[in-house]
């Protein structure tokens, strides 16, 4: 008889697809018409790094900054709670080849603002124009290893186990990068490369689960003799529920913890990660496994070859 199994996944795959495709739908819609609210590294501008003689609170800085004309910059700490990185939009005023003497003045000018509203020995670290030709380069080489990384996806797993779950795991995995990306369109959050990074790692975590999901669904069709592809995955996945919360929730504790402590450097980064595990495990249960039924997985498909003359093998 078939395992019996405690949560019927595949009973609410039809729900799980109407939630899917409204978020997906929402995410392309928000980056088709608000797009990304691109970062320095994107846009360039100036980055102006600054050390205090002892601790300072960033929400502080950014009011002095605002209070004194410089509405569009942004507080990042770096290194330790005294050193911190502001980020100023390009000018477009300035001239090509002015914009590193500019840089330089904008740092000295920022200075002695800071210097004369908050009272405290501040020291000039540096002052330097970001282009954004570096970061465009890396966001179209992110984007290729992206898709590339997609490709190899979908062979290995088309090789590891069968085509279907290969269209599955890469259906998972796209789902997940454009939920991800839409949650920083929907709510303007700023997207620079530590975001980009997180996308990629992202599609690791993912993978991941929806491989252990995709071996054990393989098992129980090899070895469960009674009951239909659909009863068959819900027990595979009733079986690695434990290990996917387990494993998800012990990297959320973590992620959660930096996006509260970090600091702003990495608080994108790891705000990324974390909506990306939260959709990746959804997606390993409902668009992988939906994605094998809605392509009429059969045990037929799974089954391992049998090589020539094996058969003969217990013959007299």
């Keep these: 008889m078939i395992a019996e199994y405690k949560i019927d996944f595949m009973g609410k795959r039809r729900i799980a697809a109407i939630f899917s495709g409204v978020l997906v739908v929402i995410s392309l819609g928000s980056l088709l018409f608000n797009s990304l609210q691109f970062g320095l590294d994107f846009t360039s501008g100036t980055s102006v790094r600054l050390t205090y003689a002892e601790a300072i609170v ?13 509405e569009d910059a942004v507080v990042v700490t770096f290194g330790s709670d005294r050193d ?10 300035v001239a ?7 840089a330089l003045v ?11 509203a908050s009272g405290m020995e501040i020291q000039l670290l540096g002052s330097d124009y970001v282009s954004a030709k570096v970061g465009e380069e890396l966001a179209e080489q992110g984007g290729l290893g992206m898709l590339v990384a997609l490709g190899i996806i979908m062979i290995y797993i088309a090789v590891r186990f069968q085509f279907k779950f290969s269209v599955g795991a890469v259906a ?8 991800t990306l839409g949650v920083f369109s929907v709510f303007r959050l700023e997207f620079d490369l530590t975001v980009l990074a997180a996308l990629l790692a992202v599609i690791g975590y993912s993978l991941n ?16 003799r009674v009951g239909t592809p659909e009863e068959m995955i819900n027990t595979s996945l009733n079986q690695t529920l434990s290990r996917t919360l387990i494993t998800s929730l012990t990297t959320l504790l973590v992620l959660v913890t930096t996006l509260i402590v970090g600091g702003e450097s990495i608080r994108g980064f790891a705000l990324a990660l974390t909506i990306g595990v939260v959709i990746g495990t959804y997606s390993s249960i409902y668009i992988s496994s939906s994605t094998l039924l809605f392509m009429k997985v059969t045990r037929e498909d799974l089954m391992a070859p049998v090589k020539e003359g094996e058969e003969l093998d217990g013959m007299p």
Excluded: C
């Design 84 to 93: 911190i990185r502001i980020l100023l939009p390009v000018d477009e005023e």
């Design 209 to 224: 689960d929806t491989i252990v999901v995709s071996d054990r669904i393989r098992e129980n069709f090899r070895r469960m």
């Design 106 to 116: 904008a740092g000295e000018k920022i200075v002695d603002v800071l210097r004369e």
């Design 172 to 179: 998972a995995l796209a789902h997940d990068v454009i939920i």
């Design 58 to 70: 960033v929400p502080q800085v950014n009011e002095m900054l605002r209070d004194n004309g410089y």
């Design 96 to 102: 090509p080849g002015e914009q590193a003497a500019q």
